[in-house]
């Protein structure tokens, strides 16, 4: 019986790092990047360039601050386990990451910015009697990065950028486990949090003429080392050898590389096009450290690949106060199919965004932007994740979309 909980105690860990796929690397940091479908690299012409590419602050003048939030609310059904078609639906939820964003230009040469956003986050929940509540039940992930900028306009038409991110995160996964030959199940509870990790980051942006930028922009990988507990409940029986205790655990999130062009085709019409690359690679295995000698330590691949995005976006200018927003960007999934986790279920995804950037003052102004994604129906034939204390495979339909709202205020003091 102790073998048989520790088993099951090493699939259940296994299944936490799902919750840092490419679902979860949030890219909504301000609400007009939002609306040109995150080709926003060669623009960067607010506050949330300290994200974006800090470079793009060498060209904004004075003082500027930027506040705002994005509701985000996905969907997600699974069909199966095959070959029955019964129909699975993950619970309805909002999540509401906020954004914040100020620089200042210290002189002609030097600007510099700060900032806090969520760059990974989210969460999955399913109903707590469903078919694979034995590999997820409910996933909560927050990751909050605060970064500090240095822009240098080396040039008047081109600038570099450094700069380094404060992060830290929060997780927690439930799951059930069957307790043979004792009735219902047991429910395991995984809690931990990581409060001081560091990144750094690049930029660069060149105007070779008016009506064209180019820019670029580096993220670094951020290890993140959570310390937490492991809390169980089950039958009395089973108390003995049910996880509890202190736990530790790894994690390296990707490196992000991206670059873009933006043209002024005509006076009212600016098209941009981008390229982001995301390091999925570093994210090779999970490491779990039970600080009780009666569990052994974990350590099991994840087998994520590298993966990337490709991003379009245009703004149209009504007149000087007044544009019109829209995107359209293609998300590469990270994950084979045979290695999805319902935690998270992966899939090449499709964005379309809509928005508008308006100034209703002089210096005030206020962007709003709506995304909808699609995520490719995933049929999974050969699963090596494992529902039951069995052998069979988890395979299945998945089916999932999310829509996304973003509000973002902004004032300059110039």
Same mark, same amino acid.
């Given at each position: 019986m102790k073998r048989r909980i520790i088993v099951f105690m090493v699939t259940f860990v296994l299944c936490v790092p799902a919750v840092y796929g490419g679902g979860f690397q949030l890219n909504e940091h301000g609400a007009k990047p939002m609306g040109l479908g995150g080709a926003f690299t060669a623009i960067a012409n607010?506050?949330?360039?300290?994200?974006?590419?800090?470079?793009?602050?060498?060209?904004?003048? =004075?003082?500027?601050?930027?506040?705002?939030?994005?509701?985000?609310?996905?969907?997600?059904?699974?069909?199966?386990?095959?070959?029955?078609?019964?129909?699975?639906?993950?619970? +309805?939820?909002?999540?509401? $990451?906020?954004?914040?964003?100020?620089?200042?230009?210290?002189?002609?040469?030097?600007?510099? @910015?700060?900032?806090?956003?969520?760059?990974?986050?989210?969460?999955?929940?399913? *109903? &707590?009697?469903?078919?694979?509540r034995y590999l997820a039940v409910k996933t909560d992930l927050m990751v909050f990065s605060a970064p500090l900028v240095v822009s240098w306009a080396i040039l008047d038409n081109l600038s570099i950028s450094a700069g380094g991110s404060y992060s830290f995160a929060n997780v927690t996964i439930t799951q059930k486990s069957p307790q043979y030959p004792f009735a219902g199940d047991a429910y395991v509870e995984l809690e931990g949090d990581d409060n001081a990790s560091f990144g750094y980051n690049?930029?660069?942006?060149?105007?070779?003429?008016?009506?064209?930028?180019?820019? =670029? %922009? /580096? !993220?670094?990988?951020?290890?993140?080392?959570?310390?937490?507990?492991?809390?169980?409940?089950?039958?009395?029986?089973?108390?003995?050898? #049910?996880?509890? @205790?202190?736990?530790?655990?790894?994690?390296?999130? $990707?490196?992000?590389?991206?670059? @873009?062009?933006?043209? !002024?085709?005509?006076?009212?019409?600016?098209?941009?096009?981008?390229? *982001?690359?995301?390091?999925?690679?570093?994210?090779?295995?999970?490491?779990?450290? /039970?600080?009780? +000698?009666?569990?052994?330590?974990?350590?099991? &691949?994840?087998?994520?690949?590298?993966?990337?995005?490709? !991003?379009?976006?245009?703004?149209?200018?009504?007149?000087?106060?007044?544009?019109?927003? =829209?995107?359209?960007?293609?998300?590469?999934? &990270?994950?084979? &199919? *045979?290695?999805?986790?319902? %935690? #998270? $279920?992966? %899939?090449? !995804?499709?964005?379309?965004?809509?928005?508008?950037?308006?100034?209703?003052y002089e210096n005030f102004g206020i962007s709003g932007s709506f995304l909808f994604i699609r995520s490719q129906e995933l049929t999974v034939d050969n699963s090596t994740q494992i529902y039951t204390t069995g052998n069979s495979p988890f395979n299945g339909t998945y089916n999932s979309q999310a829509g996304l709202f973003a509000a973002s205020i902004y004032y300059s003091f110039n």
């Open positions: 607010d506050a949330s360039a300290v994200y974006w590419n800090g470079a793009g602050l060498s060209f904004l003048n =004075g003082t500027n601050v930027l506040l705002g939030v994005s509701l985000i609310a996905p969907s997600t059904t699974f069909r199966g386990v095959s070959p029955s078609t019964k129909i699975s639906y993950m619970k +309805d939820q909002v999540f509401y $990451p906020p954004h914040f964003f100020a620089s200042y230009k210290l002189s002609d040469d030097f600007s510099i @910015g700060t900032g806090i956003s969520v760059p990974f986050g989210l969460g999955t929940e399913w *109903q &707590p009697d469903w078919i694979g690049f930029g660069i942006m060149w105007k070779p003429v008016k009506e064209v930028s180019i820019g =670029g %922009s /580096f !993220r670094s990988e951020v290890k993140y080392s959570f310390d937490g507990t492991a809390t169980s409940t089950g039958a009395e029986q089973l108390s003995a050898v #049910l996880p509890a @205790g202190d736990i530790s655990a790894d994690l390296t999130t $990707p490196m992000n590389i991206q670059g @873009g062009i933006a043209v !002024r085709v005509i006076k009212p019409l600016l098209l941009s096009a981008d390229f *982001q690359w995301v390091g999925w690679s570093s994210y090779d295995k999970l490491a779990v450290d /039970f600080k009780n +000698d009666a569990y052994e330590d974990i350590s099991r &691949p994840r087998l994520y690949d590298d993966s990337y995005i490709i !991003r379009f976006g245009g703004e149209y200018s009504i007149d000087e106060n007044l544009s019109l927003l =829209g995107g359209i960007y293609y998300d590469k999934n &990270p994950v084979e &199919p *045979q290695y999805l986790s319902p %935690s #998270l $279920p992966e %899939s090449d !995804r499709l964005g379309l965004s809509i928005g508008v950037d308006a100034k209703i």
